[in-house]
């Protein structure tokens, strides 16, 4: 099976059932996309197939659309997507663990609401946990990166 990932061709031999999250972290080596429940329910999974953001540990590697974007595919090799860029002023991170998943949620929503509200924030993000509580940080963030992207 071959599988685009941030703009690159990789070939998988893996089962079609496994989840897209252990053909990533354990069969090409992108450790950035975190197990955290299993279930869908944390988020630290989260990548983008075809631009949506998708629990990875939820998609069957045979189900798998479109290419697939993990963190290290958001920005550019020259510049950081906007979000990213907000993260490190907002001081978003503290223990890291759910950010990849965190950032590319909030890609997700950036892209179909370029200037969300609080609740609108709230709702998109309410499926991704960060045990460091953070919630505040991420919520500034996402609006210093909308505004950063609308101005651009």
């Avoid at 189900?63 to 907000?86: C, K, S, Y």
């Amino acid at each position: 099976m071959d599988l685009t990932i941030n703009g690159t061709s990789h070939s998988v031999d893996l089962p079609d059932d496994m989840p897209l999250l252990w053909a990533l972290r354990d069969g090409l080596n992108f450790s950035s996309v975190k197990y955290g429940c299993g279930i869908a329910q944390c988020g630290a999974c989260t990548v983008h197939i075809d631009g949506q953001a998708v629990r990875s540990c939820q998609v069957a590697l045979a189900d798998v659309w479109g290419e697939i974007t993990t963190i290290e595919g958001l920005g550019t090799p020259d510049a950081l997507h906007a979000i990213q860029a907000a993260w490190i002023d907002h001081q978003v991170a503290q223990c890291g663990y759910c950010q990849s998943g965190q950032i590319l949620q909030a890609a997700d929503l950036l892209a179909r609401n370029p200037a969300p509200t609080d609740d609108d924030i709230d709702a998109a993000m309410s499926g991704n946990l960060c045990r460091c509580g953070t919630y505040p940080r991420i919520r500034a963030a996402i609006h210093s990166a909308a505004s950063a992207m609308r101005e651009a």
